[in-house]
């Protein structure tokens, strides 16, 4: 279940194309020519490197997207497809604005009023090692810092995200982050449930229909105004179950929101916080995606363990907040 997060546009997309970040041969690093779109040349290759400028912002386009989701199998353990891919940089009210060239890596960032966020980090494996971590993370901050952030924090950027922070599993990239002095500033966890064993569909959650905009717009608005892009990207795609009592709305839970088989956010009109609204409308968005065909579900970004405890859910990744100032 994300946290707060503020519901501002992101950057808009600065230019075609991707950078290309040229190949480098031993330790030293590439120059900025060698980040041209050229083959590369035996000077290319050779003992200078290449400055966080030369990679310039970019925007993604549609056709990078298949080569994103190729360098994202090869890195990270649960690979976003392209269509998770294309809602998470491609979102028209937060574009992300991408540095690197997806055959080698890639960095997306975002900016959230002064904050600003690395989206998505990775390198190819073949290209490993190599000083393009660095390179890719500094040029992140540049961009940032050239859009107005005051601080850059990594994962944690909602409403469109892919990881609620660092997934402690990924010691190379923890070790990236700690070089370059960013604090551990918080902890974030998902909670795994086997849809095969969830306790009886109490009734009462219905599918919200896409009709119901302007009711479940003002409803957030008014209760829970940060998880609001999230749950109208929900009801969009026909996944928000919501419970109603005789005030309207009581409840909601997302799911499929960013990526496929996660649940969130979920809430309750606030009064209604600890009466079993929650477990309800939870349970009717759990029993839906095991109707669709799922055999477990990852609920995101936790707030309070109870409620999916109640239902089976147990902690299954922990994710590290990073985030360094850029004064
Ligand atoms: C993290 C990652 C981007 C590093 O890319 P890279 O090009 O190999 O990095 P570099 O060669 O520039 O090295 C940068 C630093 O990363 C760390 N690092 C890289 N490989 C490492 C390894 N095998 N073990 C521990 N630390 C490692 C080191 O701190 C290194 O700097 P140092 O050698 O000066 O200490 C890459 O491993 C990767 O794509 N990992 C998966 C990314 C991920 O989890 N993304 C999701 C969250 S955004």
């Not at 290449?50 to 989701?69: F, N, V």
């Not at 924090?153 to 010691?171: H, K, N, R, S």
Request: charged share 20%.
């Amino acid at each position: 279940m994300p946290g707060p997060a503020g519901m501002t546009r992101g950057e808009p997309p600065a230019a075609e194309g991707f950078g290309h970040l040229g190949p480098r041969a031993g330790p030293q690093s590439p120059t900025p020519d060698s980040l041209g779109p050229q083959s590369p040349t035996p000077d290319s290759l050779g003992p200078q490197s290449p400055t966080p400028d030369s990679l310039g912002p970019q925007s993604p386009t549609p056709d990078s997207l298949g080569a994103i989701a190729r360098l994202c199998s090869s890195c990270l353990p649960d690979p976003p497809d392209e269509e998770e891919l294309s809602g998470i940089l491609y979102a028209p009210d937060r574009p992300a604005v991408l540095q690197g060239d997806p055959q080698v890596g890639i960095v997306a960032t975002g900016i959230d009023q002064d904050r600003g966020f690395v989206k998505l980090l990775c390198v190819d494996p073949a290209h490993q090692g190599k000083g393009y971590g660095h390179l890719l993370l500094e040029a992140a901050e540049t961009v940032l810092r050239k859009g107005g952030a005051s601080s850059v924090t990594v994962g944690a950027d909602a409403p469109y995200f892919l990881y609620p922070g660092v997934e402690t599993t990924q010691t190379s990239m923890l070790c990236l982050l700690e070089r370059h002095h960013y604090k551990r500033v918080d902890v974030n966890y998902n909670m795994a449930v086997d849809l095969r064993a969830i306790p009886p569909d109490p009734g009462g959650a219905e599918p919200a229909d896409p009709g119901e905009l302007g009711e479940i717009s003002s409803w957030m608005e008014q209760h829970w105004s940060f998880w609001k892009s999230e749950v109208l990207r929900a009801l969009s795609k026909r996944t928000l179950m919501v419970t109603r009592d005789r005030h309207g709305l009581s409840g909601f839970c997302a799911y499929n929101v960013n990526r496929k088989g996660t649940v969130g956010p979920v809430a309750v009109r606030p009064e209604l916080i600890g009466k079993s609204v929650g477990t309800r409308v939870l349970l009717g968005a759990l029993h839906r995606m095991r109707r669709d065909g799922y055999l477990s579900a990852e609920v995101l970004w936790v707030g309070p363990v109870v409620p999916y405890a109640r239902v089976g859910a147990q902690v299954s990744r922990v994710f590290f907040v990073y985030r360094a100032d850029l004064g």
